[in-house]
């Protein structure tokens, strides 16, 4: 069991240019998010899925796509990046059932630190 | 809005207990958490409280939750250089028909020798 794997660990943008961030999980979660973290702030949810085929806009959308097309996968696109897109980016997931009584735990990747100048 | 909030650092001398807080605004919340950030990685889930609980304790944890005044704390017995981190709180809020984490901005651990 991986868990949660991120792609790439690193990245050095300018500003302007693409990308797409990669994040994938063996624990056949159905929910799947995606944070940025910024020094002295917490977690920010920029969008998150919850379930094959569907994606939901989370606190901080703009400037940001994302797609779930199969289960296990859930990418994050910067179609023009920004500087102000410089940030640590997480990636995790949840089985999330929405009942009372179960937990809704994250469990996370190891991050991707974007550089954008 | 939502909003928890945690003190950015907190130092204490190996051995002792370290006791980090955090406050939150929504009364709704229905399991509260707290993740671990070690240096370079992801965060771990350390342990959570359901909403109804007072207490919890694992091992060298103890987590104490006062709903009336919306704070939850950590107390982490015996302090060791491992625990060296950055400790999230974290509280679960319905939304929709959904839940949503609403993050505190993180309290560094730092061990003195």
């Known amino acids: 069991n991986a868990g949660v794997t991120q792609t790439p660990k690193f990245r050095v943008l300018k500003t302007g240019q693409s990308m797409t961030l990669l994040c994938a999980q063996d624990?056949?979660?159905?929910?799947m998010y995606w944070y940025r973290q910024d020094p002295g702030m917490g977690l920010r949810l920029i969008h998150y899925?919850?379930?094959?085929?569907?994606?939901a806009k989370g606190e901080v959308p703009d400037g940001y796509n994302v797609s779930r097309l199969k289960k296990q996968n859930f990418l994050l696109g910067l179609e023009s990046a920004a500087p102000s897109q410089t940030s640590v980016y997480f990636c995790a997931s949840s089985y999330q059932a929405g009942l009372a009584g179960v937990t809704d735990t994250q469990y996370f990747g190891p991050g991707t630190r974007l550089t954008v100048l | 809005g939502e909003d928890v909030e945690q003190s950015l650092f907190l130092s204490v001398r190996e051995g002792d207990s370290s006791v980090i807080n955090c406050t939150y605004t929504?009364?709704?919340?229905?399991?509260l958490y707290w993740y671990k950030q070690e240096p370079g990685a992801g965060l771990q889930l350390l342990t959570y409280?359901?909403?109804n609980m007072d207490m919890k304790q694992d091992q060298r944890l103890t987590v104490l939750l006062n709903k009336k005044d919306k704070h939850l704390s950590l107390r982490i017995a015996d302090t060791q250089t491992g625990d060296s981190a950055i400790y999230f709180c974290a509280e679960s809020i319905p939304l929709d028909s959904n839940y949503q984490l609403i993050w505190g901005a993180g309290t560094k651990l730092i061990i003195k020798p």
């Open positions: 899925s919850v379930g094959e085929g569907t994606t």
């Open positions: 409280i359901f909403s």
């Open positions: 929504d009364s709704s919340s229905t399991y």
């Open positions: 624990m056949n979660h159905e929910y």
